[in-house]
């Protein structure tokens, strides 16, 4: 089987570069980044406009947002996953910036306050993993995951019976998460690193054994048997996400799910340095 080209992607999807309907009816949503080097998922859907994780700049959040007709004050709510940098270090910048309430579990607040120069937050709402969180016409459901993080949490955004899930940071494939993976219309899917790569790549072992252990990462053969074990309740269509830099290609991640579900199947591929193109759930 050929390695499938970065250039497939879904029929009913909006390049890089196209501003796409603002009273659409439907889902929406982009990655604006994704990988260790940071991280920030936008959704919108019946007039709330939320914003998953704050890894990137300010300013490049913006102009990434501004690639698709976006602008980043008009946002409602910023959601945190988690601690780590990739994910929450520039989130007072977007609070005082921009003006989005934040959304965090306690206990990631408490440690991140200690470990990333956050600043003076001045709207700060408590959730607990587990708890959905509601905006007009959109619950977010939370779901705890097997991350090394305090309290990290995956998300499935809930609008007129469809469900986009943002599951990435997931530590390895714990119980219940192919049920959810089997309820929703659409993924963001954690498909952080090649085995082989990592294997005889220039990390140190401690490092390996952690992105690798229990705590760590999905790996592309995780994801895909993920997906293959969904069977015919899989999602419509998944972006593989949070790819390594140094331990992964995006043509393996997509080459991996090919292999387990066939090249029939919608594999998007949410980028390291750039804006994805919109997809519609």
Request: glycine share 8%.
């Amino acid at each position: 089987m050929g390695t499938p080209s970065l250039e497939m992607v879904l029929d009913n999807s909006w390049r890089v570069g196209d501003h796409f309907p603002l009273q659409s009816r439907a889902m929406l949503t982009f990655s604006l980044q994704s990988g260790s080097n940071g991280n920030a998922i936008y959704v919108e859907a019946n007039g709330s406009r939320l914003l998953f994780d704050a890894g990137i700049s300010g300013k490049m959040a913006e102009r990434r947002m501004a690639v698709h007709g976006r602008d980043i004050r008009d946002v409602d709510a910023l959601i945190i996953s988690h601690e780590h940098r990739d994910h929450i270090g520039c989130a007072g910048i977007y609070q005082r910036k921009y003006g989005p309430a934040l959304f965090i579990t306690e206990r990631t607040h408490t440690v991140a306050t200690r470990w990333c120069n956050l600043g003076k937050l001045s709207d700060v709402r408590h959730f607990r993993a587990g708890e959905p969180l509601s905006f007009p016409g959109v619950t977010v459901h939370t779901i705890p995951t097997a991350h090394d993080a305090v309290d990290g949490v995956g998300f499935v955004v809930e609008c007129e019976s469809k469900r986009l899930g943002i599951l990435t940071d997931l530590g390895h494939p714990f119980p219940g998460l192919q049920e959810v993976l089997e309820s929703l219309d659409a993924a963001y899917l954690e498909s952080n690193y090649d085995p082989a790569m990592l294997e005889s790549g220039p990390y140190p072992p401690r490092l390996k054994a952690r992105i690798s252990g229990e705590s760590g990462h999905l790996s592309n053969d995780d994801s895909a048997a993920l997906v293959r074990s969904c069977g015919r309740r899989r999602p419509r269509w998944i972006a593989v996400a949070h790819l390594s830099e140094q331990n992964n290609h995006p043509e393996l991640a997509l080459a991996a799910q090919r292999e387990a579900v066939g090249c029939d199947y919608p594999v998007h591929y949410a980028p390291r340095h750039e804006t994805s193109e919109v997809f519609e759930v």
